[in-house]
């Protein structure tokens, strides 16, 4: 590893640390000359300075990254046993190059305000520029200085992280694609501030890994979780689909639940739920510029669709989110209830087992999609939210669940999948009626649009539509496993 940290930096050149050293300078005496006549604070607004930090010193890291993106040769690798084990200690070495670009920033920041006198306060003369990013950090930090430790720390992280996610993106697209996908994200990173729809979304770009007050005061939630999931991808993808295929999903475990597990967890079907998930997850991030809280970004997520009306793109989203999973179930339970599960049953020794192994495969399905739900919730509910999510992530398990048991019930009797979903499809339009009565049907009532969880929805109350769910579902549940198995091969 220490080869690998020494080649990096013999890459990143002697070139880029000077032209990073003279920009950072130019930039702090600049900011000397228009902002604050107090050291640290003079510092501080320096290392903070949101065009030096979005157009100088986020453009000189992508540019040190490109220096050492390519992959070494096959021998160099074959040194490691592992690809993934060169990948981690080749990103673990370029935290080298970043503390070497955090170094020279702050030595010449320092050097800029040689001179100044010293005031550790965050008291500004009227009209100061940065009277406004002052009162945000004063939320936060105690004095000026130890903010610009804080800012200078988590830019050294921050640049350590971009590096490994730039190698990552070469390794799987490739150079020509990665410059094109590199730069794109720079740019949403550089107007991020300028467009509020940019600034809605759920996800973190380089701008809130390098620019500590981009994620004050109520952000760093939604940064940390998202820096963490894509530490997890790049960690799980370089160890399993580092030549560039997707893995499929090795279900361990014997019997007949672990097989039927095996046929539902297939990269076609991950892929459709992940995809209905992040493509839903953005849809409302774009359109959600208005929220306030975590709270209303759960709700807004969850909302569904009311009762006594009804609007199409509600219904069309609320048909999406829950008809892709139990699409799949159904084309997974017409194929398991067929005739090829007669030698199953005969293996099995029993028909109860082989209605016990369907029913618990697809409960795992949909508490996995569930999952997908509560980790797209993470992304843009703080901490006000989470008690929020729980519940809907909670009530769009059961609602799914009991969904699944109505439509497997009704093709036990008829044999039509298409009757089943059907069913389903007249369930979810019954909340078009006017009256009470509409507000307890089952169907579809995971929607926060029907229960009144904020001051302003009206609807049933929470606990009694998560009694509604959960009864109904234990209820075909346990009947399932009682008498469904006298017509799964019927």
Partial sequence: MIALMKKNLRLWGYGKAAALFVGCLLFSLGERVNGVSCYQQHILSAVSDHYYLTYFMLPMVLLSAFSFLEDDGEPVILRFQSYHRYFLRKWFGTGLVALSLTVLQTAAILLSGIGLPSGNHWELAPGTIERELFSVLQQSFNTPAQTFIACTFYQLIGCWMIFGICMWINHFAGRRWSVGIIV???????????????????????????ILHHNLPHRFAVTGITAALIAALMALTVRFAWRRQLPHLQVRGRGIAAYYLRQLMTRGNLLILFAVVTGMTFSKGLTGGFLQSGAEWAYTLFAGHGTGYFQVLPFLELLLTTGAPLYLLAVFTEHSVSDQSIFLTVRTGSRKKVMRGILSAGTVFLALYALLWLAAGFLGAGPSGYKMLLYAVLMKFLDMLLQFLVMLTVYLFTRQITMGFLVLLAGNLLYMLQGVFASYLPFGLSSLARISLLESAGGISAVTALCIEGFLAALFLIGMFALGSKKILN
């Avoid at 794109?184 to 390098?210: C, D, E, R």
């Fill in 184 to 210: 794109a994200l720079y740019l949403m990173s550089a107007v991020w501030i300028k467009i509020s729809a940019v600034q809605s979304l759920p996800v973190t770009g380089f701008n809130h890994l390098l």
